[in-house]
Antibody, heavy 121, light 110 residues
Framework: QITLKESGPTLVKPTQTLTLTCTFS??????????VGWIRQPPGKALEWLAL???????RYSPSLKSRLTITKDTSKNQVVLTMTNMDPVDTATYYC?????????????WGQGTLVTVSS | QSVLTQPPSVSAAPGQKVTISCSGS????????VSWYQQLPGTAPKLLIY???KRPSGIPDRFSGSKSGTSATLGITGLQTGDEADYYC???????????FGGGTKLTVL
């Protein structure tokens, strides 16, 4: 059974850096083709893809947020960490991490429950 | 403004069939695989369809996906009240070098 869980602060101040950790089980980020991605959803709005890290440490970022994002992995701990700098109230959202299995396209087979991050002074 | 265009809402009666469209361009749907996600109220998204028309294990065959040109369609037959949710399409955009999602479609089962 695959599970993922996001953890991190629920409240951050504007200009601060957000650090979120995704702790997963049931798969290995050392397996060829596997990845872990981050997707966010502002309240009442659509999904927005943020970043993806592959088993071979290849990384992909949303072009609009690339300058603010860093994604890393710790395979031994089964964790993926996303940092986002210079947080703004518009970054208030539920942040999800998800497991990408090998497929023809970009498909996230399992998702964490999400963590709501509020940006406010 | 989403790169992929979905109708904001659709509705149908229990037992009926509904389709949800997702329109894009040659840089996304036209040349890449499409996935569909279901998001029940207050929960995380769930993968319904991947690679245009494949269902993960455990997804009933009431759910189907298709793609033609720069558009994709999610079909749901035998509607149940439990299908009331938001549905999102997603695909890679080769021009943007980014995964993109549609704006979401709210399904109401009347």
């Amino acid at each position: 059974q695959i599970t993922l869980k996001e953890s991190g602060p629920t409240l951050v101040k504007p200009t601060q850096t957000l650090t979120l950790t995704c702790t997963f089980s049931g798969f290995s980020l050392s397996t060829s083709g596997v990845g872990v991605g981050w997707i966010r959803q502002p309240p009442g709005k659509a999904l927005e893809w943020l970043a993806l890290i592959y088993w071979d440490d290849d990384k992909r970022y949303s072009p609009s947020l690339k300058s603010r994002l860093t994604i890393t992995k710790d395979t031994s701990k089964n964790q993926v960490v996303l940092t986002m700098t210079n947080m703004d109230p518009v970054d208030t959202a539920t942040y999800y991490c998800a497991h990408r299995r090998p497929c023809g396209g970009d498909c996230y087979f399992s998702w964490g429950q999400g963590t709501l991050v509020t940006v406010s002074s | 403004q989403s790169v992929l265009t979905q109708p904001p809402s659709v509705s149908a009666a229990p037992g009926q069939k509904v389709t949800i469209s997702c329109s894009g361009s040659s840089s996304n749907i036209g040349n890449n695989y499409v996935s569909w996600y279901q998001q029940l109220p207050g929960t995380a998204p769930k993968l319904l369809i991947y690679d245009n028309n494949k269902r993960p294990s455990g997804i009933p065959d009431r759910f189907s996906g298709s793609k033609s040109g720069t558009s994709a369609t999610l079909g749901i037959t035998g509607l149940q009240t439990g299908d009331e949710a938001d549905y999102y399409c997603g695909t890679w955009d080769s021009s943007l070098s980014s995964l993109v999602f549609g704006g979401g479609t709210k399904l109401t089962v009347l």
